[in-house]
């Protein structure tokens, strides 16, 4: 029985605010990448089949080709829910959990769910990052952090996710930036990172008593002109990247693995030293590896 994997493969990340593919040769080889500002915000109740049709005909149009799609198309606001897969969860878990678009040809790859104490965390997309960045550095273990909106702390044993947790990071920089009395004083616009504020502010999250308190002295520092306006945003930066390394059980040598955009693995690779961590970081190329891997868990019959 053929395997999937040697058919071609259309891998796409569908996200909430945009929409990412990549054409697989059947010898695994990248091809083409598209990227388009389709997220599923932009997309009309009941028009998923015709935007990716609009975005993607052309790569599925040869025989056999099939396509994977991971991120938030699988949620409830996307094209259709797909059920979350609990933790723990290794690639075949996820593989036999796909919620099939048109069978054999176009499934949607499941997120994953786990407990603390009793309350459910999820994420969507992210297990196929972790799965990807797990393939492409010949590892079974890890800790992995994916920071953007919403970090991810993923915990891998044997090649499964076994717990991870989620810190609305981004999201509180973005509120504190732009809705708090903290945007009266920072600049209107970003300037250029300040590494030294934000190693300063990261410094300032893991000896203080919170983020409650300490996001006040991105304030004061400027009342009393102690820190420039331009380097303000890169201390608040590093105030709220600082405070979720502090919630982390970290033992200081291990590594971490840090996936995304090269602005935000960059901070990360300059905070973790301060908790005495290394950071090896991993790009968008994760993505593309983690379907391609679950590709190769399915065959041709695949419901």
Same mark, same amino acid.
């Given at each position: ?10 891998a ?10 990549a ?36 790569w ?8 994977l799609i ?27 959990r ?31 990052q972790?799965f990807g ?7 079974n ?18 090649g499964r ?12 920089y ?8 903290? @945007?009266?004083? !920072?600049? #209107? ?7 030294? $504020?934000? /190693?300063?502010?990261?410094?300032? &999250? +893991?000896?203080?008593?919170g ?9 004061t ?10 380097a303000?945003?890169?201390?608040l ?7 979720e390394?502090? @919630?982390?059980? !970290?033992? #200081? ?6 996936i995304? $955009?090269? /602005?935000?693995?960059?901070?990360y &690779? +300059? ?5 005495g ?13 983690g379907?391609r ?11």
């Amino acid at each position: 029985m053929a395997a999937a994997a040697a058919r071609p493969l259309v891998a796409v990340d569908w996200g909430t605010s945009s929409l990412r593919g990549a054409l697989f040769a059947p010898d695994g080889r990248v091809l083409e990448e598209q990227s388009f500002e389709r997220g599923i915000l932009t997309v009309e109740r009941g028009g998923f089949a015709t935007v990716f049709e609009a975005c993607f005909d052309r790569w599925m149009r040869p025989p056999g080709s099939f396509c994977l799609i991971s991120g938030m198309a699988g949620s409830q606001q996307g094209w259709r829910e797909a059920p979350y897969c609990p933790c723990p969860a290794g690639q075949p878990d996820v593989a036999a959990r796909l919620t099939w678009i048109e069978p054999g040809r176009i499934a949607l790859v499941p997120g994953l769910s786990c407990e603390h104490g009793g309350v459910p965390d999820v994420m969507r997309g992210e297990e196929t990052q972790v799965f990807g960045a797990l393939q492409l550095l010949g590892l079974n273990d890890g800790l992995l952090v994916l920071p953007g909106t919403h970090s991810k702390w993923v915990r891998v044993r044997a090649g499964r996710i076994e717990n991870f947790a989620t810190f609305m990071t981004g999201e509180f920089y973005a509120l504190l930036r732009q809705h708090s009395i903290l @945007a009266r004083t !920072l600049p #209107a616009d970003d300037a250029e990172p300040d590494d030294d $504020a934000f /190693a300063q502010g990261v410094a300032r &999250a +893991l000896q203080g008593p919170g983020l409650l308190h300490s996001a006040f002295s991105t304030r004061t520092l400027s009342l009393f002109n102690r820190m420039a306006g331009p380097a303000l945003a890169s201390y608040l930066s590093g105030l709220v990247i600082g405070e979720e390394l502090r @919630a982390q059980p !970290l033992d #200081a040598g291990s590594e971490v693995i840090v996936i995304g $955009a090269p /602005a935000l693995t960059r901070r990360y &690779a +300059l905070a973790l030293p301060q908790r005495g961590l290394r950071a090896r970081c991993l790009g968008p190329e994760a993505t593309w590896c983690g379907l391609r891997a679950l590709a190769n868990t399915l065959h041709q019959d695949a419901p």
